[in-house]
């Protein structure tokens, strides 16, 4: 049974920083590319940033600069620091795994965290 739970949502102000987590069990995490993704009201779920297997990342253009992902194999977790937040960075803020396994792709969420940045 696969499970990713987030944890360290919360509210904040704006210019604050906060630190998301999320432990992963069921898979072999060190397979899997880890990625956070976040949904507003109203909008569509995006992407924010990602890290792969090899450790390569990759940025929303609205949080390069600002956010940090990283991993820890041997915690099976997966982090992503939030720093200089804007009221627009307010959302629920989903963890997601992925591998591709020859023409089967394996993709698993968590429930989300809410992060609310006030003004």
């Known amino acids: 049974q696969v499970e990713l739970v987030e944890s360290g949502g919360g509210l904040v102000q704006a210019g604050g920083s906060l630190r998301l987590s999320c432990a992963a069990s069921?898979?072999?995490?060190?397979?899997?590319?880890m990625g956070w993704y976040r949904q507003s009201p109203g909008k569509q779920r995006e992407l924010v940033a990602t890290?792969?297997?090899?450790?390569?990342?990759s940025y929303a253009g609205s949080v390069q600069g600002r956010f940090t992902i990283s991993r820890d194999n041997a915690k099976n977790t997966v982090y992503l620091q939030m720093n200089s937040l804007k009221p627009e960075d307010t959302a629920v803020y989903y963890c997601?795994?992925?591998?591709?396994?020859?023409?089967?792709?394996?993709?698993?969420w968590g429930q989300g965290t809410q992060v609310t940045v006030s003004s």
């Open positions: 069921g898979i072999i995490f060190s397979l899997y590319t």
């Open positions: 890290i792969t297997s090899g450790d390569s990342t």
């Open positions: 997601n795994a992925k591998w591709l396994f020859g023409a089967t792709v394996y993709d698993y």
